[in-house]
């Protein structure tokens, strides 16, 4: 699935069972509770903390997917195409950034 694709689909199903997309601060704050839910299995899976009993049946694809949603929901109501502004950002940090990493003496050790 292209990413167009990705954003018409996600506009298909408001239209067809969400009824009308939330407002656009409610999922700025949406995508804040989702992207805070992801950070807190990555911190449980890769990091020092210890999984409690109800994070266990969290899904780190799951929670990606559901950023992505959202994500897809904010450009959707903002009038962004994702495809071009990805497209758009590579291009820049490509520009920016395409000795940088390559010159980082902390990357090639």
Known sequence: MTIQEAQQKVDDWIKTYGVRYFSELTNLAI??????????IIARTYGDQSFKESDLTKNLADEMADILWV??????????????ALEANIQKKTTRDKNRHINNKKLNT
Not at 31 to 40: D, H, I, K, M, Y
């Open 31 to 40: 995508l804040t509770e989702e992207v805070g839910e992801l950070a807190r």
């Open 71 to 84: 994500l897809l929901c904010l450009a959707n109501q903002t009038g962004i195409d994702l495809t071009a």
